[in-house]
């Protein structure tokens, strides 16, 4: 079975830094794009960040030079390294595969407060 | 970045009714020499991730119910629900992928009137 399962959330300072995973089932995550989508709560949907088949990595302007995408292939695994956190990256973060999302993640929840 | 603006922002239909969505993307997302449209439709009740419903603006998905189909091209799109269910009380996206940022419409709510 196709599956994604999202990891590591949970409630973080300002400035702060998180580690999130998405561990991969059914399909091999480096034989396709693999993004990281996120929710604030009662907004929508905004794009984070996609890792392509190559390696090569985009962020949204909201998060670059701050969050990085990465994978280990012999895990099957995605992550989202988040660092310097700010209020406004409480969301839920789902990993989703391929350019048009065909697989979700439940989701993962971070909230960044004092 | 590509901006897709949904309307509306909510709309009630009765059970049985047609409900229509539009999507309009501030340029177009027709790859041209593949003759495809980057366009994608979702659709997310409460407390569930997103699940895919449309994509190549047209193209359903496996297992997506008949009476969802997608329409459009280049800036301007639509999911028509022809008969509304109960079970598709939703929110419903739109995400241009042809172009990075991805990026979705603001989604339009859909209730039973």
């Known amino acids: 079975e196709v599956q994604l399962v999202e990891s590591g959330g949970g409630l973080i300072q300002p400035g702060g830094s998180l580690r999130l995973s998405c561990a991969a089932s059914g399909f091999t995550v480096s034989s396709t794009y693999m993004n990281w989508v996120r929710q604030a709560p009662g907004k929508g949907l905004e794009w984070v960040s996609v890792?392509?088949?190559?390696?090569?990595?985009y962020y949204a302007a909201s998060v670059k030079g701050r969050f990085t995408i990465s994978r280990d292939n012999s895990r099957n695994t995605l992550y989202l390294q988040m660092n310097n956190l700010r209020a406004e990256d409480t969301a839920v973060y789902y990993c989703a595969r391929n350019s048009m999302m065909d697989v979700w993640g439940q989701g993962t929840t971070v909230t960044v407060s004092s | 970045d590509i901006v897709m603006t949904q309307s509306p922002d909510s709309l009630a239909v009765s059970l049985g009714e047609r409900a229509t969505i539009n999507c309009k993307s501030s340029q177009s997302v027709l790859y041209s020499s593949k003759n495809r449209d980057y366009l994608a439709w979702y659709q997310q009740k409460p407390g569930q991730p997103p699940k895919l419903l449309i994509y190549?603006?047209?193209t359903r998905e496996s297992g997506v119910p008949d009476r969802f189909s997608g329409s459009g091209s280049g800036t301007d799109f639509t999911l028509t629900i022809s008969s509304l269910q109960a079970e598709d009380v939703a929110v419903y996206y739109c995400?241009?992928?042809?172009?990075?940022?991805?990026?979705f419409g603001q989604g339009t709510k859909v209730e039973i009137k």
């Open positions: 890792i392509y088949t190559g390696g090569g990595t």
């Open positions: 190549w603006a047209s």
């Open positions: 995400q241009q992928y042809d172009t990075t940022p991805w990026t």
